[in-house]
C-alpha cells in the first residue's frame, strides 16, 4: 500500500496533503513512502491523539495557538497543522521558531507554496522569540539538550496551558555526574553507558518536577514506539493544577545533593520566575 495506515495515517489521504508529503520528502519520485521518512512520519502522528484532546478541551470558538519550538526541518509543524486543520473548523495559527535560518526559510517556502495562511516560520533562538498574542500549546520535539530547557522555560514564561517536550541528547547533567563517589548513583555513574542513561533520567525528572513546581499535571510516556526513535519519551504538562512544593523541594535538593549546576535553573533565575507557591 502507499501510505499504509498501520503508520496511523487517516484512510484517505487528500490530494493536498500527498503534495505535502512530497514536498517534505516523505514520498518518492514514483509515489512510493520513503523508508528514511517513515519514522519522523510516525512521530508525527503520534501527536495528532494528543491535539485531538487539546481541541476537545480549548474554547471552541477561539482560534488554537501553537508555538513549536525548535522547528527544524518544519515535519511537525506542516503535517500536523495539515492533518488538524482537514478534520477541524477550528482556526489554527502555527508558528514554527529554530535558531537555523536555512531550515526556516525552507520551511516558509514549502508553507508558501502550499498556500498555507496560518502557519509561519521565525528565525529566532528559542528564549529570545517574544510572541505576539496568548499561547495555548508549546511543542518541541527533540529540541537539542538544553534547548528543551530554552522550551520549558519559554512555556512557564507565556503561561501555554499545554506544554509537550520531546527531548534528545541531554548530555548537561551525564558529564557532572563522573564525580559522584558515594552512595547508590555512584554504582550507575561510575560506567560511561550507564552514567549516559542516568544523566537523560535526572534531566528529565528534574523537568518535571519544575512543571509540578509551577502547577501543572504532568505526564511522562512513551509518545511512539523506540523502533522509531530511541528519543520516544514525552513529558507532557497541562497546567491548572496547584502548584506543588514536595516537587518544588525535591527538585531543589537533588541539585543540591548532586551538586549539580542546570542551565534550566540559571534560565528560571535570568528570566526572574519562581513557582507560584502559597
Ligand atoms: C534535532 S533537530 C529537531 C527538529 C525538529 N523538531 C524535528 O524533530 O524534526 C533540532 C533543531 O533545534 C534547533 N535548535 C537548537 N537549539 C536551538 C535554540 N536554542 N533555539 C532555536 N532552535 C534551536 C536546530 O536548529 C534544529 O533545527
Redesign the pocket.
Same mark, same amino acid.
Given at each position: 500500500m502507499l501510505y499504509p495506515v498501520e503508520l496511523g495515517l487517516p484512510e484517505e489521504l487528500s490530494e493536498e496533503t500527498k503534495r505535502l508529503m512530497r514536498l517534505l520528502g516523505h514520498v518518492s519520485r514514483q509515489g512510493r513512502l520513503r523508508e528514511d521518512g517513515r519514522d519522523?512520519l510516525e512521530q508525527v502522528i503520534s501527536f495528532l491523539p494528543l491535539m485531538r484532546k487539546v481541541l476537545s478541551k480549548t474554547n471552541k470558538r477561539k482560534s488554537l495557538n501553537v508555538l513549536e519550538?525548535?522547528?527544524?526541518?518544519g /515535519?511537525?509543524g506542516l503535517l500536523l497543522n495539515q492533518f488538524l486543520s482537514e478534520e477541524t473548523d477550528r482556526e489554527i495559527n502555527w508558528v514554527g521558531?529554530?535558531?537555523?535560518e536555512k531550515?526556516v526559510k525552507k520551511c516558509r517556502n514549502i508553507a508558501e507554496e502550499m498556500g498555507l495562511e496560518n502557519v509561519e516560520y521565525r528565525t529566532?533562538?528559542?528564549l529570545d522569540y517574544t510572541c505576539d498574542g496568548p499561547i495555548h500549546v508549546l511543542l518541541g520535539? /527533540?529540541?537539542?539538550d538544553t534547548?528543551t530547557d530554552?522550551a520549558l522555560v519559554k512555556g512557564l514564561e507565556i503561561r501555554a496551558r499545554y506544554i509537550f517536550l520531546v527531548p534528545?541528547c541531554q548530555r548537561e547533567v551525564s558529564g557532572q555526574l563522573a564525580g559522584i563517589e558515594n552512595g547508590v548513583l555512584a554504582v550507575i555513574a561510575g560506567n560511561y553507558t550507564h552514567r549516559k542513561v542516568l544523566g537523560t533520567l535526572l534531566t528529565d525528572s528534574l523537568r518535571r518536577l519544575i512543571l509540578e513546581s509551577f502547577g501543572y499535571e504532568v505526564d511522562v510516556f512513551e509518545y511512539v514506539s523506540v523502533r522509531r526513535t530511541e528519543k520516544n519519551i514525552m513529558i507532557r504538562g497541562e497546567s491548572g493544577k496547584v502548584p506543588d512544593e514536595n516537587s518544588w523541594v525535591a527538585y531543589r535538593s537533588t541539585l543540591e545533593e548532586l551538586g549539580l549546576r542546570l542551565t534550566l535553573d540559571e534560565l528560571l533565575v535570568e528570566r526572574g520566575l519562581s513557582p507560584p507557591l502559597e
Open positions: 519522523k519550538c525548535a522547528s527544524g526541518k /515535519h511537525l521558531i529554530d535558531n537555523s531550515l529566532s533562538r528559542i520535539l /527533540h529540541a537539542c534547548a530554552e534528545c
